[in-house]
DNA sequence: TTACTATATAGTAATGATTCTCATTACTGA
DNA sequence: TCAGTAATGAGAATCATTACTATATAGTAA
């Protein structure tokens, strides 16, 4: 693994970031310090850091991937309405899907994509959704 | 809503299944006994099933979607080298989710997206996984 | 049955995200 | 400095999905 202007410029955009932005985000970003990146060569970077464990890929049904720098047990919600993305911590959650999950079938359990898809504060007028079952 | 031959081949096809297909096994499927069936109405029939809730749409990461006539509540786990999906009923854990995002958040969740990834029993030689945390 | 109208379909083009290819560039260790 | 090789840029290719459009057909009313 060789380093290169890119690599690092892409790393440092990505790390310093908490928008949980796409490929293509990350790309008009880098391409502002950086007239000539590809968007492959961001593609490229993304990947390895992911590999890597540096950043987390996050996978949103029907969206492009989102990449979070935040690398700490936690899962996503999603605001259908705006696009935003809000972290929540939830070591608690992780221990009951592992327990659920794990000891009742034969598999082993490598990784849990968890996305909750809604409405954030701003974007909830009409107040529905499962927390009132 | 009008009835057709083919909606109803469609909707037949993915009813009698549970094999979680994705929307080219369908096709592949209807197509043996209406060659003339396209894609794109494989499509709109299972994205109209869907609306109506009489099938459930399954997001896998980096996967085309699949597609489940089993509608009680379940999630599914994945299997990375065969790429088979098998159910885990578990209202226990839609309970603690709802709990764990609901309660500490502004949000209001129409929907969780939770699919595990790993390895189902018989392709797991190595016995790895979160279970052994 | 027939005519009418709106919906569904087939076939195909278009889209969007991502990956691949390949010629060129530029690190890095000797 | 130089050779070897990994990384890059540009664009083509791929894959799932959606959009478009002319044609066919279902439901309905006369």
Redesign the pocket.
Known sequence: ????????T?KANVMGRYDHP???MVYESVRRE???????????????LVANDEIL?I?VP?????FDATISEHYHLVCEKCGGVSDVESARVTRALKRAFCESSGFAISEIQLVAMGRCESCNSNKGGICQN
């Open positions: 693994m060789r380093n290169s202007k890119q690599s690092e892409i796409t490929a293509a950086m007239p000539n990146v590809s968007l492959g060569t961001v593609y490229r970077n993304l990947d390895r890929r996978s029907n969206q492009a991937d989102r």
